[in-house]
């Protein structure tokens, strides 16, 4: 399992940068879309970049589950390989 | 007093048949084109999501020119080249008796010569020879390199033009097109839309946009879906459609056949955003609305639509919307189909196939079969798309043609009369 506070930590900066604004706003109960205002290119773009840091692929079947910040954490705690560290 | 303008050669090259008659034939039988990606230069072809592509697998470059001639040019221009040829030899036209500056050409293009491009900068990067890249690297990557080489090919020094605006490039040629004859400025235009982005840098980042059909690798006859409820992205194709624009004083002084006439246009802009159509459908819709202004063709008096119908699963539903915000009530007795679900995705060549289709619609009475329309999708459905070939006496037709960028272009289309 991979260091978990750490993944939440890199989605959080991932997403604080994206939109430019302080990590402290962003909170795990958040609505990608209706909160944050991704746009369907904007989720594709942040997905790309969190299958890159974690090193998976997260297929088109699986965009569903990622509605909200904490769910795209949950999504990648359960998929992502065990880090070396660990 | 603006000349009228009429259709009167057409070319194609395409993954359904290369020539009009084949292309035809193959359509009326809702053939597939689509296959699965063949070898890609080595890449481990697992690594893309979507493996699916409308290829031209039996296009050999030397049976229409001379071999140093095919070397020199990319795959999209020598496309444009074979289906260049044709519409002139269609149109009966002896080039080299016309006044040379009153004939034209205008091309879309979506991506430029991406096969050409990738080789250059694959063996620039891992040679690190900047001395050995290629001295036609320059004049085949400009992206109207095509154009030139038409010109070049038919003795054409009227103006000459290249409109790259993605999916929508070669539909807004033929506007431009129209718009030169017009107003006057040529006689005869060479009008053609290519595209040969079939590549593995462009496949790649189409894949990343995640924009293509990835469920169907396995069945790749179904994966371009327009309106089907089960449908799941685009799919790549590569072409190139030709026709003859000429005014119609030109063509009756030497007796042309007309196959249709280029009625109106319009393009515009949505402002809105990179790759998302405004879901409510209202700029398409003033798009469309526009180009039947220009005709002066009022709402009731369209019979069919070519849709740009790309089989995403929220493009379909926005041009629907569009077309109902349009029409209104009429929406449901027009006839609809979508070339691409025989031929994939054209990009920069699909304005131009589509609108040969729909001339082709104008001239038999016929339209092609939307293939795979198994599963209506409520969210896009209409009465007037079929899986099967719908017969009616089109007098108008729009092609409509939308691209990345925010770009709409439709084109309105007429039988002559």
């Given at each position: 399992?991979?260091?978990?506070?750490?993944?939440?930590?890199?989605?959080?900066?991932?997403?604080?940068?994206?939109?430019?604004?302080?990590?402290?706003?962003?909170?795990?109960?958040?609505?990608?879309?209706?909160?944050?205002?991704?746009?369907?290119?904007?989720?594709?773009?942040?997905?790309?970049?969190?299958?890159?840091?974690?090193?998976?692929?997260?297929?088109?079947?699986?965009?569903?589950?990622?509605?909200?910040?904490?769910?795209?954490?949950?999504?990648?705690?359960?998929?992502?390989?065990?880090?070396?560290?660990? | 007093?603006?000349?009228?303008?009429?259709?009167?050669?057409?070319g194609v090259v395409s993954p359904i048949g290369i020539g009009i008659g084949r292309f035809s034939k193959a359509a009326l039988e809702g053939k597939s084109g689509i296959t699965a990606l063949r070898e890609f230069d080595g890449m481990p072809l697992e690594a893309y999501r979507s493996r699916v592509a409308g290829q031209i697998l039996d296009f050999e470059p030397r049976l229409y020119m001379e071999a140093d001639q095919a070397e020199r040019l990319d795959r999209a221009a020598q496309f444009a080249l074979v289906a260049a040829r044709e519409a002139v030899a269609d149109s009966g036209l002896?080039?080299?008796?016309?006044?040379?500056?009153?004939?034209?050409?205008?091309?879309?293009?979506?991506?430029?010569?991406?096969?050409?491009?990738?080789?250059?900068?694959?063996?620039?990067?891992?040679?690190?020879?900047?001395?050995?890249?290629?001295?036609?690297?320059?004049?085949?990557?400009?992206?109207?390199?095509?154009?030139?080489?038409?010109?070049?090919?038919?003795?054409?020094?009227?103006?000459?033009?290249?409109?790259?605006?993605?999916?929508?490039?070669?539909?807004?040629?033929?506007?431009?097109?129209?718009?030169?004859?017009?107003?006057?400025?040529?006689?005869?235009?060479?009008?053609?839309?290519?595209?040969?982005?079939?590549?593995?840098?462009?496949?790649?980042?189409?894949?990343?946009?995640?924009?293509?059909?990835?469920?169907?690798?396995?069945?790749?006859?179904?994966?371009?879906?327009?309106?089907?409820?089960?449908?799941?992205?685009?799919?790549?194709?590569?072409?190139?459609?030709?026709?003859?624009?000429?005014?119609?004083?030109?063509?009756?002084?030497?007796?042309?056949?007309?196959?249709?006439?280029?009625?109106?246009?319009?393009?515009?802009?949505?402002?809105?955003?990179?790759?998302?159509?405004?879901?409510?459908?209202?700029?398409?819709?003033?798009?469309?609305?526009?180009?039947?202004?220009?005709?002066?063709?009022?709402?009731?008096?369209?019979?069919?639509?070519?849709?740009?119908?790309?089989?995403?699963?929220?493009?379909?539903?926005?041009?629907?919307?569009?077309?109902?915000?349009?029409?209104?009530?009429?929406?449901?007795?027009?006839?609809?189909?979508?070339?691409?679900?025989?031929?994939?995705?054209?990009?920069?060549?699909?304005?131009?196939?589509?609108?040969?289709?729909?001339?082709?619609?104008?001239?038999?009475?016929?339209?092609?079969?939307?293939?795979?329309?198994?599963?209506?999708?409520?969210?896009?459905?209409?009465?007037?798309?079929?899986?099967?070939?719908?017969?009616?006496?089109?007098?108008?037709?729009?092609?409509?043609?939308?691209?990345?960028?925010?770009?709409?272009?439709?084109?309105?289309?007429?039988?002559?009369?």
């Amino acid at each position: 399992m991979a260091d978990r506070p750490l993944i939440s930590e890199k989605i959080r900066d991932a997403l604080a940068k994206r939109l430019n604004r302080g990590v402290s706003t962003i909170e795990l109960h958040q609505r990608l879309r209706e909160d944050l205002g991704l746009d369907s290119l904007a989720m594709i773009e942040l997905l790309f970049d969190v299958e890159e840091a974690f090193d998976l692929e997260i297929p088109d079947g699986d965009f569903h589950k990622l509605g909200t910040v904490g769910s795209v954490i949950q999504y990648v705690e359960e998929k992502a390989k065990p880090s070396p560290l660990s | 007093m603006n000349r009228r303008v009429v259709v009167t050669g057409l070319g194609v090259v395409s993954p359904i048949g290369i020539g009009i008659g084949r292309f035809s034939k193959a359509a009326l039988e809702g053939k597939s084109g689509i296959t699965a990606l063949r070898e890609f230069d080595g890449m481990p072809l697992e690594a893309y999501r979507s493996r699916v592509a409308g290829q031209i697998l039996d296009f050999e470059p030397r049976l229409y020119m001379e071999a140093d001639q095919a070397e020199r040019l990319d795959r999209a221009a020598q496309f444009a080249l074979v289906a260049a040829r044709e519409a002139v030899a269609d149109s009966g036209l002896s080039l080299h008796k016309e006044a040379p500056h009153r004939v034209g050409v205008i091309v879309g293009a979506g991506m430029g010569a991406m096969v050409l491009g990738e080789r250059e900068f694959i063996k620039l990067y891992e040679g690190r020879k900047p001395q050995r890249v290629h001295p036609s690297f320059i004049p085949t990557i400009t992206l109207n390199s095509i154009s030139g080489i038409l010109a070049i090919a038919h003795g054409a020094k009227g103006p000459n033009l290249t409109i790259s605006t993605a999916c929508s490039s070669s539909a807004h040629a033929i506007g431009q097109a129209l718009t030169r004859i017009r107003t006057g400025q040529a006689d005869v235009i060479i009008t053609v839309g290519a595209e040969a982005s079939i590549t593995p840098l462009a496949f790649a980042g189409f894949c990343s946009l995640r924009a293509l059909s990835t469920s169907f690798n396995d069945t790749p006859a179904r994966a371009s879906r327009p309106f089907d409820q089960a449908r799941d992205g685009f799919v790549m194709g590569e072409g190139a459609g030709a026709l003859i624009l000429e005014s119609l004083v030109h063509a009756r002084r030497r007796g042309a056949r007309i196959y249709a006439e280029v009625a109106g246009y319009a393009g515009t802009s949505e402002a809105y955003h990179m790759v998302i159509p405004q879901e409510d459908g209202c700029e398409e819709a003033v798009t469309v609305e526009l180009a039947m202004h220009d005709a002066h063709v009022t709402s009731d008096q369209v019979d069919y639509i070519s849709a740009h119908g790309t089989s995403t699963t929220i493009g379909d539903v926005v041009e629907i919307r569009a077309i109902r915000r349009v029409f209104k009530a009429d929406a449901e007795r027009l006839l609809i189909n979508a070339t691409k679900s025989m031929i994939g995705h054209t990009l920069g060549a699909a304005g131009a196939i589509s609108a040969i289709a729909s001339v082709l619609t104008i001239e038999s009475g016929l339209l092609h079969p939307t293939v795979n329309y198994d599963d209506p999708d409520p969210a896009c459905h209409l009465p007037g798309i079929s899986a099967g070939v719908q017969e009616r006496q089109v007098s108008v037709a729009l092609v409509n043609a939308f691209g990345f960028g925010s770009n709409n272009a439709t084109v309105v289309l007429k039988k002559y009369k």
